[in-house]
């Protein structure tokens, strides 16, 4: 019988490969620990137990993480992992969240809260579409053109009327001001 390990390199790679998850600026990390394993204490004794780790992470950028993939044995039904990669997308606060034994795809969509049976995995800029698409307009296509001039952008409350002005809060500029105001 095919493993875990075998169905995520014969099948499931693959299928993340079609779908253009392995184009720059696109891609998939394997194996991702996303937390430190639970404490456990026995009497004098202290270990840390393992942390919780998704098969798949995929990212639209590097910066970017939008869905998490839960890979089974090929034999196990493609739901099986679904509720694992819930649990996984809901801690890292992602929008998918994919169940697959490799020959069929489970998808939950946070944002409708609805789960449905897939052919392919979606490509990104489907994925970013849905979930972001003002942070991903155009990213997929082309890079943005960098500007010639780049201004700080002020914050809108710093200049609205009813607020004042705010200096940054250090401790050379506390020391300074206290100094000027007691005529130093």
Same mark, same amino acid.
């Given at each position: %019988?095919? #493993?875990e390990?075998?169905?995520?390199?014969?099948y @499931?790679?693959?299928l993340l490969?079609?779908?253009?998850?392995?184009?720059d600026?696109? &891609?998939?990390t394997?194996?991702?620990t996303?937390?430190d #394993?639970?404490?456990?204490?026995?009497?004098s004794?202290?270990?840390r137990?393992?942390g919780?780790?998704?098969d798949?992470?995929l990212?639209?950028?590097?910066?970017?993480?939008i869905? @998490? @993939?839960?890979?089974?044995?090929?034999?196990k039904?493609?739901?099986? #992992?679904l509720?694992e990669?819930?649990?996984y997308a809901?801690? *890292?606060? *992602?929008k998918?969240a994919?169940?697959?034994?490799?020959?069929g795809i @489970?998808?939950?969509?946070? *944002?409708t809260g609805?789960?449905?049976?897939l052919?392919?995995f979606?490509?990104p800029?489907?994925l970013? &579409?849905?979930?972001a698409p003002?942070r991903c307009?155009?990213? #997929? %296509?082309?890079?943005?053109?960098?500007s010639l001039?780049?201004?700080?952008?002020?914050?809108?409350?710093?200049?609205?009327?009813?607020?004042?002005r705010?200096?940054?809060?250090t401790? &050379? +500029?506390? +020391?300074w001001a206290?100094?000027?105001d007691?005529g130093?």
């Amino acid at each position: %019988m095919i #493993g875990e390990a075998d169905t995520c390199r014969r099948y @499931v790679e693959p299928l993340l490969d079609a779908a253009g998850w392995d184009a720059d600026p696109h &891609s998939y990390t394997e194996q991702v620990t996303f937390t430190d #394993g639970r404490i456990v204490v026995t009497g004098s004794k202290v270990r840390r137990r393992p942390g919780k780790r998704a098969d798949y992470l995929l990212r639209f950028t590097r910066d970017f993480p939008i869905a @998490v @993939v839960e890979a089974k044995a090929a034999y196990k039904q493609p739901a099986d #992992g679904l509720e694992e990669a819930k649990e996984y997308a809901s801690i *890292l606060d *992602l929008k998918f969240a994919y169940g697959t034994n490799g020959h069929g795809i @489970v998808e939950f969509d946070f *944002l409708t809260g609805l789960e449905r049976e897939l052919e392919r995995f979606p490509t990104p800029d489907e994925l970013c &579409s849905s979930a972001a698409p003002d942070r991903c307009r155009g990213r #997929g %296509m082309q890079r943005p053109r960098p500007s010639l001039i780049s201004w700080p952008r002020p914050s809108r409350r710093a200049h609205a009327p009813g607020w004042p002005r705010s200096r940054p809060r250090t401790s &050379s +500029s506390f +020391s300074w001001a206290t100094a000027s105001d007691a005529g130093c």
